[in-house]
């Protein structure tokens, strides 16, 4: 059964760091881009950052740009986020996602989706 799990969620103040974690399994992961999105409340779900199923290309929404960096974790593993310089409007459920081969910044998109982490900054 295929399953994305996400981990490292947390409360932080302004300018700390956090890292997220994505665990795959059931077959999600050699052909397939891993993306993150989040949800603020009273808010739609939006792009984040995602990255090639080979690993070569990754793509960031511009206010993350310079401060949050996805990478590929081992050979069948899953995803990180790497959250720097966070800021409070980065409180969200942050969501890992999956889809097959090319990459896409639209959540629709994407055919598997994780629980969701909390990450909540303070001013």
């Known amino acids: 059964q295929a399953q994305l799990v996400e981990s490292g969620g947390g409360l932080v103040q302004a300018g700390d760091s956090l890292r997220l974690s994505c665990r795959s399994s059931?077959?999600?992961?050699?052909?397939?881009?891993m993306g993150w999105f989040r949800q603020a409340p009273g808010q739609e779900r939006e792009f984040v950052a995602a990255?090639?199923?080979?690993?070569?290309?990754?793509y960031y929404e511009d206010t993350v740009k310079g401060r949050f960096t996805i990478s590929r974790q081992g050979a069948s593993i899953g995803v990180a986020l790497e959250m720097n310089n966070l800021k409070p409007e980065d409180t969200a459920v942050y969501y890992c996602?999956?889809?097959?081969?090319?990459?896409?910044?639209?959540?629709?998109?994407?055919?598997?989706w994780g629980q969701g982490t909390q990450v909540t900054v303070s001013s």
């Open positions: 996602a999956s889809r097959p081969f090319m990459a896409s910044v639209s959540r629709h998109d994407y055919t598997y």
């Open positions: 059931g077959g999600i992961y050699g052909a397939y881009t």
């Open positions: 990255i090639s199923w080979n690993g070569a290309e990754t």
